[in-house]
């Protein structure tokens, strides 16, 4: 770790913040003739990658300057009255929680953009789509550095307009009816999240998160609570996506392309399940734990209902696209960050921030992977990849074959690799609940979580069978294998996979004791 001075961390956060937006800006305007490389287009691209590799780079410092002795305490902080009528601040700051998010949103946006230099997707001006992922970027990551409930909202909400135009503009089949689908249902939550959040700003009289997450409650009514639980959370678990409010994901996911999906499953996901850590818990304990039990009555069911419609779109003659059966899987590993969070545990709260890094890491992964299959062959349908052409990606192009042989095996929850930590201790979060909660109800939920690692071990291993085992019976033997700008783009995500894996308490020592403190009520 490295030694920064306070004003240098807060001028770090906010450029990560803001910094993506002038770069949107810049990115729309003509570029310089010296700038323009072989043509206009190649230059813009390469400016989205100038611009998120100086925000990856900045968020990186950041991380190594954060005082990792004291995680639970704000840092970087800045905080500037904005609109003193209702008290709204510019507050920015970040700890052991948000700061793994903030790192995890501006690697994987960098990547993308890296990617996509190389691998453009089809359709209008590199310009309009290199704008779109930088104002997605600096919403996502404003999402996690901000400490004011109405300006969460704003970030929040500043992300659905670009993934909107991505999937609309730049997707595959039915981009027009996913991305209405994809706006329309998170609009409406969110529509009745802002009721919530307004409800306890105006109740308690501020819309600082710090000042509300310390007073822990106590300044709102048991009644209060409930209401502001059940606004908030709906538009929380549109986002997560829970089970039943997920049905929009599998249609956004297939239509988008590939760097839409990495960034959907990646860093957009994590914002819902990021809203019921830091505002529902620590503010509105009493109305969490009135909803608990429903919340992971929900999760479970989200990952049978997740893992079964896996199941079915991986068996023979289903004519299952791999896209749409990786997006079922997110509906099945954010249940278990809800079951995670539900348990309102030190244990399973860390169990669900931990489950989120690996997914954002695996299923990023995964969905680079299953772009490029779906490049080389033409087709993500699984009975056409293993059927008449025959997919064999060990025999054609076995180092993708076994890159996506690891990333299966990698979200099934395997040992030593990222996916097992988070799912494994939001389970023991569920086999000893906090007080209150109905043990015997938690240990039902824990049961059928751990049944559906049995299911999602199934199907993964079904699709790996498929894809890359898949008898070969015409086409060429060889196909392109990982090219040099693929092998950059997925190779971090394959190493911190690896190194979450092994390390775990690397990143639960940045997380447990900011929990400690949430869930104590701000108290260190």
Same mark, same amino acid.
Request: overall charge neutral; charged content about 10%; glycine content about 12%.
């Given at each position: 770790?490295?030694?920064?001075?306070?004003?240098v961390?807060?001028?770090?956060?906010?450029?990560?913040?803001?910094?993506?937006?002038?770069?949107?800006?810049?990115a729309?305007?003509?570029?310089? +003739?010296?700038? !323009?490389?072989?043509?206009?287009?190649?230059? @813009? %691209?390469?400016h &989205?990658?100038?611009? #998120?590799? =100086?925000i *990856?780079?900045?968020?990186?410092?950041?991380?190594?300057?954060?005082?990792?002795?004291?995680?639970?305490?704000?840092?970087?902080t800045t905080?500037?009255?904005?609109?003193?009528?209702?008290?709204?601040?510019?507050?920015?700051?970040?700890?052991?929680?948000?700061?793994?998010?903030?790192?995890?949103?501006?690697?994987?946006?960098?990547?993308c953009?890296?990617?996509?230099?190389f691998k453009?997707?089809?359709g +209008?001006?590199? !310009?309009?789509?290199?704008?779109?992922?930088? @104002? %997605?970027?600096? &919403?996502?990551?404003? #999402?996690? =550095?901000? *400490?004011?409930?109405?300006?969460?909202?704003?970030?929040?909400?500043?992300?659905?307009?670009?993934?909107?135009?991505?999937?609309?503009?730049?997707?595959?089949?039915?981009?027009?009816?996913?991305?209405?689908k994809?706006?329309?249902?998170t609009?409406?939550?969110?529509?009745?999240?802002?009721?919530?959040?307004?409800?306890?700003?105006?109740?308690?009289?501020?819309?600082?998160?710090?000042?509300?997450?310390?007073?822990?409650?106590?300044?709102?009514?048991s009644?209060?609570? @409930?209401?502001?639980?059940l606004?908030?959370?709906?538009?929380l678990?549109?986002?997560?996506?829970m089970?039943?409010?997920?049905?929009?994901?599998?249609?956004?996911?297939?239509?988008?392309?590939?760097?839409?999906?990495?960034?959907?499953?990646?860093?957009?996901?994590?914002?819902g399940?990021?809203?019921?850590?830091?505002i529902?818990?620590?503010?509105?304990p009493?109305?969490?734990?009135?909803?608990?039990?429903?919340?992971?009555?929900?999760?479970?069911?989200?990952?049978?209902?997740?893992?079964?419609?896996?199941?079915?779109?991986?068996?023979?003659?289903?004519?299952?696209?791999?896209?749409?059966?990786?997006?079922?899987?997110?509906?099945?590993?954010?249940?278990?960050?809800?079951?995670?969070?539900?348990?309102?545990?030190?244990?399973?709260?860390?169990?669900?921030?931990?489950?989120?890094?690996?997914?954002?890491?695996i299923?990023?992964?995964?969905?680079?992977?299953?772009?490029?299959?779906?490049?080389?062959?033409?087709?993500?349908?699984?009975?056409?990849?293993?059927?008449?052409?025959?997919?064999?990606?060990?025999?054609?192009?076995?180092?993708?074959?076994?890159?996506?042989?690891?990333?299966?095996?990698?979200?099934?929850?395997?040992p030593?690799?990222?996916?097992?930590?988070?799912?494994?201790?939001?389970?023991?979060?569920?086999?000893?609940?906090?007080?209150?909660?109905?043990?015997?109800?938690?240990?039902?939920?824990?049961?059928i979580?751990?049944?559906?690692?049995?299911?999602?071990?199934?199907?993964?291993?079904i699709?790996?069978?498929?894809?890359?085992?898949?008898?070969?019976?015409?086409?060429?033997?060889?196909?392109?294998?990982?090219?040099?700008?693929?092998?950059?783009?997925?190779?971090?995500?394959?190493a911190?996979?690896?190194?979450?894996?092994?390390?775990?308490?690397?990143?639960?020592?940045?997380?447990?004791?900011?929990?400690?403190?949430?869930?104590?009520?701000?108290?260190?």
């Open positions: 770790m490295i030694d920064i001075s306070e004003s961390m807060q001028f770090l956060l906010a450029f990560i913040v803001v910094g993506p937006l002038i770069g949107a800006v810049a729309l305007l003509p570029a310089p +003739p010296g700038l !323009k490389g072989k043509s206009p287009d190649q230059a @813009v %691209l390469r &989205g990658v100038t611009v #998120t590799g =100086a *990856l780079i900045a968020a990186i410092v950041l991380a190594l300057g954060f005082d990792h002795d004291h995680p639970s305490k704000m840092q970087a905080d500037i009255s904005w609109i003193p009528a209702l008290d709204v601040r510019i507050h920015l700051g970040i700890d052991g929680i948000s700061l793994p998010l903030l790192v995890l949103t501006a690697l994987l946006t960098f990547l953009a890296l990617y996509s230099y453009m997707p089809e +209008p001006s590199p !310009k309009a789509f290199v704008a779109l992922v930088l @104002v %997605l970027e600096s &919403g996502t990551l404003a #999402t996690f =550095a901000v *400490l004011d409930l109405l300006l969460f909202f704003l970030a929040f909400e500043m992300v659905l307009i670009p993934m909107y135009f991505l999937i609309a503009r730049w997707g595959g089949a039915q981009k027009q009816a996913a991305a209405w994809f706006i329309l249902y609009l409406l939550g969110s529509v009745i999240m802002l009721l919530g959040l307004l409800l306890i700003g105006l109740r308690s009289g501020t819309f600082d998160m710090v000042a509300l997450a310390t007073d822990n409650g106590r300044g709102l009514t009644s209060v609570q @409930v209401i502001a639980v606004a908030i959370g709906i538009g678990a549109v986002k997560t996506p089970w039943p409010l997920h049905s929009w994901l599998p249609d956004a996911h297939t239509a988008a392309p590939t760097v839409g999906s990495v960034l959907l499953a990646g860093v957009l996901l994590k914002m399940t990021y809203g019921f850590v830091r529902l818990l620590p503010i509105t009493d109305g969490m734990q009135t909803f608990a039990p429903y919340l992971a009555a929900s999760a479970v069911v989200g990952i049978i209902y997740g893992s079964l419609a896996c199941l079915a779109l991986a068996r023979p003659g289903s004519k299952g696209d791999l896209k749409r059966l990786i997006a079922y899987s997110s509906v099945g590993h954010m249940g278990f960050v809800l079951l995670g969070i539900a348990s309102m545990t030190p244990t399973g709260v860390n169990g669900a921030l931990f489950a989120n890094i690996a997914h954002g890491l299923t990023g992964l995964l969905f680079f992977l299953v772009g490029a299959v779906k490049d080389r062959y033409g087709t993500a349908d699984l009975d056409t990849l293993s059927g008449a052409t025959g997919a064999a990606l060990y025999g054609r192009a076995p180092r993708l074959g076994g890159l996506l042989a690891f990333a299966a095996v990698a979200s099934l929850g395997l030593g690799l990222a996916g097992f930590w988070g799912e494994m201790l939001a389970l023991f979060g569920a086999f000893d609940p906090a007080d209150g909660l109905s043990r015997p109800a938690f240990l039902t939920f824990m049961s979580g751990a049944f559906g690692t049995l299911l999602t071990a199934a199907y993964m291993l699709v790996v069978r498929r894809v890359c085992m898949g008898e070969k019976r015409e086409g060429p033997h060889r196909m392109a294998d990982i090219q040099t700008y693929e092998f950059a783009a997925w190779t971090p995500l394959a911190l996979t690896v190194l979450a894996g092994l390390w775990p308490a690397v990143l639960l020592g940045l997380t447990d004791p900011a929990v400690q403190k949430l869930l104590a009520g701000g108290k260190s």
